[in-house]
């Protein structure tokens, strides 16, 4: 996936770029295990490094308004991809974490109120999940 900088130096319109397009990677530690205080995710292309022990947790964006999101966990450790507020991913149930297990990657689908996750294992007790269309 280009990221914004280099679609931009390509020409291509603003707006296509910020749907399409990603930013550069970010480098983000996780913390705490539980949705209230895992870390808040910023970027749509992060390396999730630094976890110091299983199960701490990162936070993404409200899925309206946003497009593609890349998690890739550099760490050995499984970490928790958090859902805002009261949204889910996959359906896993309201604001229940996603296992990204380490050394897997993540693509999240923003769909109305909820993210669509390809890639890893997901939910609290590390069941694959079941994407439904």
């Given at each position: 996936?280009?990221?914004?900088?280099?679609?931009?130096?390509?020409?291509?319109?603003?707006?296509?770029?910020?749907?399409?397009?990603?930013?550069?990677?970010?480098?983000?530690?996780?913390?705490?295990?539980?949705?209230?205080?895992?870390?808040?995710?910023?970027?749509?292309?992060?390396?999730?490094?630094?976890?110091?022990?299983?199960?701490?947790?990162?936070?993404?964006?409200?899925?309206?308004?946003?497009?593609?999101?890349?998690?890739?966990?550099?760490?050995?450790?499984?970490?928790?991809?958090?859902?805002?507020?009261?949204?889910?991913?996959?359906?896993?149930g309201l604001s229940a974490p996603f296992a990204l297990v380490g050394g897997q990657g993540l693509l999240l689908v923003p769909a109305q109120r909820q993210w669509i996750a390809?890639?890893?294992?997901?939910?609290?007790?590390?069941?694959?999940?079941?994407?439904?269309?």
């Amino acid at each position: 996936m280009a990221t914004k900088t280099e679609a931009m130096l390509a020409s291509t319109p603003a707006k296509l770029v910020r749907m399409l397009a990603s930013d550069d990677p970010g480098m983000v530690a996780p913390a705490g295990t539980t949705q209230a205080n895992a870390t808040p995710l910023l970027a749509n292309f992060v390396l999730l490094y630094g976890a110091t022990a299983e199960h701490q947790g990162v936070r993404v964006r409200p899925a309206t308004g946003q497009y593609l999101h890349a998690i890739f966990n550099c760490d050995p450790h499984t970490t928790f991809v958090y859902p805002d507020g009261t949204e889910a991913i996959n359906a896993l149930g309201l604001s229940a974490p996603f296992a990204l297990v380490g050394g897997q990657g993540l693509l999240l689908v923003p769909a109305q109120r909820q993210w669509i996750a390809i890639g890893g294992v997901g939910g609290a007790g590390a069941a694959v999940p079941v994407l439904e269309v």
